[in-house]
């Protein structure tokens, strides 16, 4: 049950971006410090972006551009609006997004903008607007139902464009154009001549390598809220699991216990028939056979009713997670099974060979 329960959840805290490249974080620098009280040192220079990408942990270096034109958004679900406000957008090199180029393009003349939305924004509308107004909710397969138009203008100058959600991001607390999009905004409707990133994008080989925490400490660096909480809460999940399932495997051993002894003392019981029987020219193992069978039958009663307990505690959690979630990928029952049959097999084994060896031990005596 503890591990059926763990590999239902964990894709809550774990799940990547399918449009996102896996290993990757978001640094910032640290803003509350008496340098970056007035905003002016939250930036990064070029200098510090060579340094960084010079690191024997980092893969690849990439910076957020985010859009210096004024863009207001307005979406609907299903032909109802739900909001109308000014948004802003950021990009991030194309190589960091793992979809084929062709739905991740912009280019002047085109009336379409891929975008990819933050999961706090869905998870709003799912819970907020789609129950209080009898909306279908929305999940990754469905985000084709978004209707979003994006009016943008600048420079006296304005154009309306349609909005393409292609997905929905857990890391990313941004809406996410492609960087050719900004690039041909900023050209076009910012009369501003560009600013230093204050973000970067990192795909790194070891997310957990020591030297890449020593680093960000040294720098005055920081990770991404949102990683270090979903990997916190994975890890608390992860110790949670481990120590229910070492209560439950500890109540297991002290179950087979208590059943064994009172194998012993059913096989003690009759002590005098089983010698009788191997004294007419039964053999160990034929005398052993009843008990061995009664043993089995016990283990596959038992197995069946742990797996139809765990079907239907499974259904009862599955629909609160799936309410709350609904984007989470389905899982299986099949790994608790072959644990649960991999548990039967060992157990039954070890039952058989200590029942044998009782039956033996009174051969031996009666000999």
């Known amino acids: 049950m503890g591990f059926q329960f763990y590999s239902d959840v964990i894709p809550v805290f774990t799940a990547k971006d399918t449009f996102l490249k896996a290993d990757f974080i978001v640094i910032n620098k640290k803003v509350g410090n008496a340098m970056t009280l007035t905003g002016a040192a939250n930036t990064f220079t070029n200098a510090e972006i060579d340094e960084l990408s010079s690191q024997p942990f980092v893969k690849e270096t990439g910076s957020f551009t985010r859009a210096d034109f004024i863009v207001n958004a307005s979406m609907g679900i299903s032909g109802r609006s739900v909001f109308s406000s000014e948004i802003f957008l950021e990009s991030v090199p194309d190589g960091f997004i793992d979809v084929p180029l062709s739905e991740w393009s912009f280019s002047e003349g085109c009336k379409v903008v891929p975008v990819v939305l933050p999961r706090s924004y869905i998870n ?87 030297k890449l925490t020593s680093y960000l400490e040294r720098h005055n660096l920081e990770l991404d809220k949102g990683d270090v909480n979903a990997e916190k809460t994975a890890s608390f999940l992860r110790l949670l699991v481990v120590i229910v399932m070492i209560i439950g495997l500890l109540i297991s051993v002290l179950s087979f216990y208590i059943l064994m002894l009172s194998i012993y003392l059913l096989v003690q019981k009759n002590t005098t028939k089983l010698e009788n029987l191997l004294l007419v020219g039964y053999t160990p193992s034929q005398v052993a056979r009843p008990y061995q069978l009664l043993m089995l039958m016990l283990n596959i009663t038992v197995f069946t009713m742990a797996m139809l307990f765990l079907l239907f505690v499974r259904g009862y959690y599955m629909d609160i997670i799936y309410g709350l979630f609904p984007r989470l990928p389905d899982t299986s029952v099949m790994p608790s099974f072959l644990l649960g049959l991999l548990l039967l097999v060992v157990v039954s084994l070890m039952n058989i060979v200590i029942i044998r060896r009782k039956i033996q031990r009174i051969w031996y005596l009666k000999d």
Not at 154 to 166: A, C, F, P, R
């Open 124 to 210: 709003m509308y799912n819970f907020g607007f789609a129950q209080s107004r009898n909306l279908p909710k929305i999940s990754e397969g469905l985000a084709s139902m978004i209707d979003l138009k994006l009016n943008i203008h600048g420079k006296d100058k304005s154009v309306e464009l349609k909005g393409k959600v292609i997905g929905f991001s857990n890391k990313l607390n941004t809406i996410l154009v492609p960087q050719s999009f900004i690039s041909w905004g900023n050209d076009n409707f910012s009369s501003s001549s560009g600013q230093m990133p204050t973000r970067l994008i990192l795909e790194i080989y070891d997310p957990t390598d020591a």
